[in-house]
């Protein structure tokens, strides 16, 4: 059984950074890959980043390149979103899913974390 918890959310200006982390204590979070998808209010939920288990390769939606950095420590069975430039539309519940293969899709992941709240405003 894996249990994901996502922290790191919070209200930030637009143009801000902030970095969430997705954690386990027990589970060998290695042994997956892990997304990261985002829900608002009335919007379905997108696919934002994932990593391989091994870190080696890496996904983007095209709305959070080059803003956005996915990336992995397996020793201490965490992965982290770090999130720079940020604009409002960023805004949502972020949550981090395991699965197997690094894709966008949340039908590809079969485990998740409760989320964690990421607003943008002024």
């Known amino acids: 059984q894996l249990q994901l918890v996502e922290s790191g959310g919070a209200l930030v200006q637009p143009g801000g950074s902030l970095r969430l982390s997705c954690a386990t204590s027990?589970?060998?979070?290695?042994?997956?890959?892990v997304g990261w998808f985002r829900q608002a209010p009335g919007k379905e939920r997108e696919g934002v980043s994932c990593?391989?288990?091994?870190?080696?390769?890496?996904n983007y939606a095209d709305s959070v390149k080059g803003r956005f950095t996915i990336s992995r420590d397996n020793a201490k069975n965490t992965v982290y979103l770090e999130m720079s430039s940020l604009k409002p539309e960023d805004t949502g519940v972020y949550y981090c899913?395991?699965?197997?293969?690094?894709?966008?899709?949340?039908?590809?992941?079969?485990?998740w974390g409760q989320g964690t709240q990421v607003t943008v405003s002024s």
């Open positions: 899913a395991a699965g197997i293969v690094c894709r966008l899709r949340a039908t590809d992941y079969g485990y």
């Open positions: 027990r589970a060998t979070l290695g042994n997956y890959v």
């Open positions: 990593v391989a288990s091994w870190g080696g390769r890496t």
